[in-house]
């Protein structure tokens, strides 16, 4: 059973940065973020490879940066707006299953 444990969610102000981690129990290879935000389903932020090929949603191109060493993946978010407030889950996929954190919570409010 792979374990995946979230950190750095908070309150930010608009315009202002917040870097989340997920460190798994066992090395990921491709894993990532999505968010959810209330009344909303599930979407991608962004997701790395074991390649280190990167993608991420138009939403937030430009912002975030994820990125990964043997177990944690990070995303970096710069230039928070409103519209990013969600719960940021991570993921890691081990061969067909794909594994889930609980979630932390992103508030971008002034």
């Known amino acids: 059973q792979v374990q995946l444990v979230e950190s750095g969610g908070g309150l930010v102000q608009p315009g202002g940065s917040l870097r989340l981690s997920c460190t798994a129990s066992?090395?990921?290879?491709?894993t990532g973020w999505y968010r959810q935000a209330p009344g909303k389903q599930r979407e991608l932020a962004a997701t790395?490879?074991?390649?280190?090929r990167t993608n991420y949603a138009d939403s937030v191109k430009g912002r975030f940066t994820i990125s990964k060493d043997k177990n944690t993946v990070y995303l970096q978010m710069n230039s928070l707006k409103p519209e990013d407030t969600a719960v940021y889950f991570c993921?890691?996929?081990?061969?067909?299953?794909?594994?889930w954190g609980q979630g932390t919570q992103v508030t971008v409010s002034s």
């Open positions: 993921y890691a996929k081990m061969g067909w299953v794909d594994y």
């Open positions: 066992v090395s990921i290879f491709t």
């Open positions: 790395i490879t074991g390649g280190s």
